[in-house]
């Protein structure tokens, strides 16, 4: 909505400095006055233009607020797979000591499950997946 506003603030005041230098323009035609040498037989003629005045309307520039707005920051918080494999794996009562298997493995049974063990794809994030396979795969180092 913000950025609407400031937009037709921006064309307004735009348009309203056209209409002022198209008025300025306009009224600024410059009137001469001249007087011709009489002929010898007749009377002296003067042309005389009728005073021109133009004023231009009062301007006003109003600066549109300027608003900056930072790049939001990501902050990379370090995935505890210990941690993780306690509050999934251990709490839950499903296993005593970490399992041992490939790191391929590990990964496929975590994301999706196997036998009676759900998959936890919807649950961790890919980040966490892949600490907490390679912290089992590793024998829980």
């Not at 036998?115 to 649950?123: I, L, N, Q, T, V």
């Amino acid at each position: 909505m913000r950025r609407s506003s400031l937009w037709i603030s921006v064309v307004s005041v735009a348009l309203l400095v056209v209409l002022v230098l198209v008025v300025v323009s306009c009224g600024s035609t410059t009137t001469t006055s001249t007087t011709v040498a009489p002929p010898t037989t007749a009377a002296p003629t003067t042309t005389t233009a009728a005073p021109t005045t133009t004023t231009a309307a009062p301007t006003t520039t109003t600066a549109a607020p300027t608003t900056t707005t930072a790049a939001p920051t990501t902050t990379t918080v370090a995935v505890d797979p210990k941690a993780l494999f306690t509050q999934y794996c251990q709490l839950s009562g499903c296993h005593n000591g970490v399992p041992k298997a490939a790191l391929a493995v590990v990964t496929k049974v975590i994301e999706k499950g196997k036998e009676s063990m759900p998959g936890f794809a919807d649950k961790l994030t890919a980040e966490q997946i892949a600490a907490l396979a390679a912290w089992v795969a590793n024998g829980g180092q």
